[in-house]
Nanobody, 119 residues
Framework: QVQLVESGGGLVQPGGSLRLSCAAR????????MNWYRQAPGKQRELVAS???????NYGDPVQGRFIIFRVTANNTVYLQMNALKPDDTAVYYC?????????????WGQGTQVTVSS
């Protein structure tokens, strides 16, 4: 059984930084991509950043230039370094991964971690 375990959320002042982490645990044979999404109250879930197996990254427009996604392949962990945070970044952040445990590639989701940007 595969689990995505997230950590690193919390309360931060505008202009501050946070780093989120998401570790994929269990029987994992291959990971195609790992991604961060977020969902603010009353809004749809949106893609924040993604990284594929060869390290190609993609960012949502609202976070371009402020957030960095990187991945440590050896421990199946993806990180999201969030800088210059704004109140609009307040949301629950979810990690997901397209990975193969035994036979087929499937999407797995983490439980979510709250990020609140407020003075």
């Amino acid at each position: 059984q595969v689990q995505l375990v997230e950590s690193g959320g919390g309360l931060v002042q505008p202009g501050g930084s946070l780093r989120l982490s998401c570790a994929a645990r269990g029987v994992i044979e291959s990971i195609a991509s790992m991604n961060w999404y977020r969902q603010a109250p009353g809004k749809q879930r949106e893609l924040v950043a993604s990284i594929d197996t060869i390290g190609t990254t993609n960012y949502g427009d609202p976070v371009q230039g402020r957030f960095i996604i990187f991945r440590v392949t050896a421990n199946n962990t993806v990180y999201l370094q969030m800088n210059a945070l704004k109140p609009d970044d307040t949301a629950v952040y979810y990690c997901n991964a397209n990975l193969r445990s035994t036979k087929y590639f499937q999407l797995y989701w983490g439980q979510g971690t709250q990020v609140t940007v407020s003075s």
